[in-house]
């Protein structure tokens, strides 16, 4: 039996300027089924804690009447993380869950990054997930503006709207379809004077042992794409029509749906795919291999679950960029479904080259006329685009 994972879970709160984090974070400090947090900011200023919170206080620490407590970045992320988690190992803070967040303009990727990279922090340390504040209000204007708003929203696993209450519903209704057009796979939740049920920003990912099928799909968007209100097309909720080239399954490969603007949007491109058969291990490692040799830079997150051809057990994977979570088997998968889903979550990068990438998911190791040599092996030849 597999050994529980007890890392503490992080929490990456990004969103607009002014879009509401900071009301999200008094709140969220304040309930009791949150348990006691950790909240890393870059300034203390940047989250305004409300005055009745503060116990006491320090230059770097500022202890919460609720059991949480709140620390300043004064300088490298990973030694202000490590500091909590030594102070915790010593008995000196005790705490169940990290929160970063992060400025109003922050690229959410390389705190992602630290978090997977970093040795001691990946020993000590899980990703829980991703959640995105959206202004409803203003934030058109904002993504207008600002590229790093879009891929704040490209990157979640949770979108929160805010200011829904002093927004009139066609200007709501456009701002939804455009954040689909981003992120289709994201789950929506809409912040009551900014509240939202706690249950629903953590245990967000299925990168841990013990993941159950509906986990899984919650992960990776299905649930989300198949109760949005717009109608979708497509595995995740994109929008293009499923296609079944000669292969060994048959898949979705879909762009996003929702208008394409002519701003920043048009920058993001999400696809999915969904192989109802086991793919053979030499093809999954091909296309990884190659999509992250050709585009790694340009990948925001890929995650997926895969059933590889001679294995027990499926697997989860994450990455952002070329830099990989370790994978985790779902040794409770039950059934006989072998269906492969794959989410990518791309930058810069048209829909021909990423349903190209994708297609390569459909090869077969073959030995004829129509096969090439790559890596030692045979495999059927996809044309690539870039």
Do not use: Y
Request: aromatic share 4%; with cysteine.
């Amino acid at each position: 039996m597999a050994a529980p994972d007890n890392r503490i879970p992080v929490t990456l709160l990004t969103g607009f300027l002014g879009a509401g984090k900071t009301t999200l974070l008094n709140h969220l400090i304040r309930d009791p089924d949150a348990g006691r947090i950790a909240v890393v900011v870059n300034e203390f200023g940047d989250v305004g804690l409300d005055h009745d919170l503060i116990e006491d206080a320090t230059e770097e620490t500022v202890l919460l009447s609720s059991g949480c407590l709140c620390c300043t970045v004064l300088g490298d992320l990973s030694e202000a993380l490590l500091a909590l988690c030594r102070r915790r190992q010593n008995g000196e803070i005790a705490f169940d869950r990290v929160v970063i967040e992060t400025s109003g303009i922050a690229d959410p990727a390389p705190i992602i990054h630290t978090l997977a990279s970093d040795r001691q922090l990946a020993q000590a340390l899980r990703l829980d997930g991703v959640v995105t504040l959206a202004d409803a209000a203003t934030g058109a204007r904002t993504l207008d503006a600002q590229f790093e708003a879009v891929q704040q929203v490209a990157m979640a696993d949770v979108l929160i709207l805010s200011k829904t209450d002093i927004t009139d519903a066609l200007t709501l209704g456009r701002f939804k379809k455009r954040l689909d057009g981003i992120n289709a796979t994201a789950r929506r939740i809409t912040a009551n004077h900014g509240q939202v049920p706690t249950g629903t920003l953590f245990g967000l990912s299925a990168m841990r042992l013990g993941a159950d099928a509906s986990e899984i799909d919650t992960w990776l968007g299905l649930k989300a794409a198949s109760t949005r209100p717009d109608p979708l097309v497509g595995l995740s909720g994109f929008g293009a029509p499923s296609v079944a080239p000669k292969a060994v399954a048959t898949a979705n490969l879909a762009p996003a749906a929702g208008p394409r603007h002519a701003g920043h949007d048009h920058r993001i491109i999400s696809a999915s795919i969904s192989v109802v058969e086991a793919i053979p291990a030499e093809i999954f490692d091909l296309w990884l291999e190659t999509l992250i040799a050709l585009k790694g830079p340009n990948v925001l997150r890929m995650k997926g679950i895969v059933h590889v051809e001679g294995l027990n057990h499926p697997f989860v994977f994450h990455a952002v960029q070329h830099i990989f979570d370790a994978p985790v088997p779902v040794k409770n998968w039950s059934g006989e479904d072998n269906t492969s889903h794959i989410v990518v979550i791309a930058r810069d990068m048209n829909e021909a080259e990423l349903k190209a990438s994708l297609g390569m998911l459909l090869a077969k190791p073959q030995d004829d006329k129509n096969s090439s040599f790559a890596g030692g092996m045979m495999v059927e030849t996809i044309e690539m685009p870039f």
